[in-house]
């Protein structure tokens, strides 16, 4: 990871004064992640690098679809071990560089344009990485997490979320590659667990975003913070309707570690912010920090909107999702959304070249 990235390290530096010094969840454990260079796994990754020169002797398998990449992220380090391994493909699990303890499954396309050009390899990679990743964990008796989404519950219809509420999913509408191969993971979790006995753990995330975001799945917060952190000319249209739940980052992998300290078996934890903002709200917030990089907002009216398609999303979930099952564990949202914004603008100039800017 580049060294100048302080927004990360400042994230990771408060989510480890959090932590419960007590706990032994990473204390001298084997940790396999895969999509380790997803945004979650990258925060994770860091997180587990920081506490293992913090003494806690723990040492992680970095599992990606190309291990140069993952290692130009990270660099060389004692306690990361790099493998390649492609959960598209069918076939037989890799073995990791020694027995396991903890193994989180977080290998996901979760970009728009891979559900509308490539649901099949978005429910393959889904289905294999928690297949492989269960049989692992069987071999070896490991604990294991799946990172789920809030997806799964379908379309919500601006209603209130709790884990066991589930809505309507039109299993035909080629978006519900990710939804719906994500509710038979947690199937599957669940169905290991019952057979084999292993120790499942299921968080569902809700609009994860901050300071290890990709920006390149074209989705509108992508656009939105890349013409803010670039100081870039942005179009768009007022949507006042829509609303956002946003959880930042460091908020989400404290969550995940609440659940893996604290947690019951088998039991999903929503991980989400408290509150929600409309499209418009969101676009103003990161155009207050961006128009001080040189960012320009222009909204459009209705006649001015030529080719612009909004994709109809039936099983989109419009509720809003509640974490009081996380809550009843400790968690708390410690950055608002202002402050998130804010942030991932900053970390996101972090990482551009001068020459990219």
């Given at each position: 990871?580049?060294?100048?990235?302080?927004?990360?390290?400042?994230?990771?530096?408060?989510?480890?004064?959090?932590?419960?010094?007590?706990?032994?969840?990473?204390?001298?454990?084997?940790?396999?992640?895969?999509?380790?260079?997803?945004?979650?796994?990258?925060?994770?990754?860091?997180?587990?690098?920081?506490?293992?020169?913090?003494?806690?002797?723990?040492?992680?398998?970095?599992?990606?679809?190309?291990?140069?990449?993952?290692?130009?992220?990270?660099?060389?380090?004692?306690?990361?071990?790099?493998?390649?391994?492609?959960?598209?493909?069918?076939?037989?699990?890799?073995?990791?560089?020694?027995?396991?303890?903890?193994?989180?499954?977080?290998?996901?396309?979760?970009?728009?344009y891979a559900y509308n050009n490539v649901p099949v390899k978005v429910a393959q990679t889904n289905l294999n990485c928690?297949?492989?990743?269960?049989?692992?964990?069987?071999?070896?008796?490991?604990?294991?997490?799946?990172?789920?989404?809030?997806?799964?519950?379908?379309?919500?219809?601006?209603?209130?979320?709790?884990?066991?509420?589930?809505?309507?999913?039109?299993?035909?509408?080629?978006?519900?590659?990710?939804?719906?191969?994500?509710?038979?993971?947690?199937?599957?979790?669940?169905?290991?667990?019952?057979?084999?006995?292993?120790?499942?753990?299921?968080?569902?995330?809700?609009?994860?975003?901050?300071?290890?975001?990709?920006?390149?799945?074209?989705?509108?917060?992508?656009?939105?913070?890349?013409?803010?952190?670039?100081?870039?000319?942005?179009?768009?249209?007022?949507?006042?309707?829509?609303?956002?739940?946003?959880?930042?980052?460091?908020?989400?992998?404290?969550?995940?570690?609440?659940?893996?300290?604290?947690?019951?078996?088998?039991?999903?934890?929503?991980?989400?912010?408290?509150?929600?903002?409309?499209?418009?709200?969101?676009?103003?917030?990161?155009?207050?920090?961006?128009?001080?990089?040189?960012?320009?907002?222009?909204?459009?009216?209705?006649?001015?909107?030529?080719?612009?398609?909004?994709?109809?999303?039936?099983?989109?979930?419009?509720?809003?999702?509640?974490?009081?099952?996380?809550?009843?564990?400790?968690?708390?949202?410690?950055?608002?959304?202002?402050?998130?914004?804010?942030?991932?603008?900053?970390?996101?100039?972090?990482?551009?070249?001068?020459?990219?800017?």
């Amino acid at each position: 990871m580049k060294s100048n990235m302080s927004i990360l390290w400042d994230d990771i530096n408060q989510s480890i004064k959090s932590l419960d010094t007590q706990s032994n969840v990473f204390h001298g454990k084997h940790i396999v992640i895969t999509g380790a260079t997803g945004q979650i796994g990258k925060y994770l990754v860091n997180f587990l690098k920081r506490l293992n020169e913090l003494g806690y002797g723990c040492t992680v398998d970095v599992v990606s679809r190309n291990a140069k990449h993952a290692m130009n992220l990270f660099g060389n380090c004692a306690c990361l071990n790099y493998i390649t391994h492609d959960f598209e493909q069918y076939g037989a699990c890799f073995e990791p560089s020694k027995p396991a303890d903890l193994i989180i499954a977080g290998a996901s396309p979760t970009s728009p344009y891979a559900y509308n050009n490539v649901p099949v390899k978005v429910a393959q990679t889904n289905l294999n990485c928690t297949v492989q990743m269960l049989e692992l964990s069987k071999k070896y008796g490991s604990s294991i997490l799946l990172l789920s989404s809030s997806s799964i519950y379908g379309s919500a219809d601006d209603r209130e979320v709790h884990e066991n509420d589930y809505g309507a999913l039109d299993p035909l509408q080629v978006s519900a590659c990710y939804s719906e191969s994500k509710r038979a993971c947690e199937m599957l979790f669940s169905a290991y667990h019952h057979q084999f006995g292993i120790a499942t753990y299921i968080v569902r995330l809700r609009r994860i975003y901050g300071s290890t975001m990709h920006l390149s799945q074209n989705s509108y917060l992508d656009t939105v913070f890349r013409a803010a952190a670039k100081g870039e000319y942005l179009e768009t249209f007022r949507d006042a309707a829509n609303k956002l739940q946003l959880t930042y980052i460091a908020d989400a992998v404290n969550g995940i570690v609440y659940v893996l300290s604290k947690g019951k078996v088998n039991l999903p934890y929503n991980i989400c912010a408290n509150d929600l903002v409309t499209v418009d709200e969101f676009t103003a917030i990161a155009y207050e920090t961006g128009k001080k990089y040189g960012m320009r907002l222009r909204y459009l009216e209705k006649e001015d909107i030529r080719d612009s398609v909004r994709v109809n999303n039936k099983n989109r979930n419009n509720g809003r999702c509640l974490s009081e099952q996380l809550k009843s564990l400790g968690w708390r949202q410690a950055v608002t959304i202002r402050q998130g914004i804010n942030r991932t603008i900053l970390a996101l100039r972090e990482t551009f070249d001068e020459t990219e800017r």
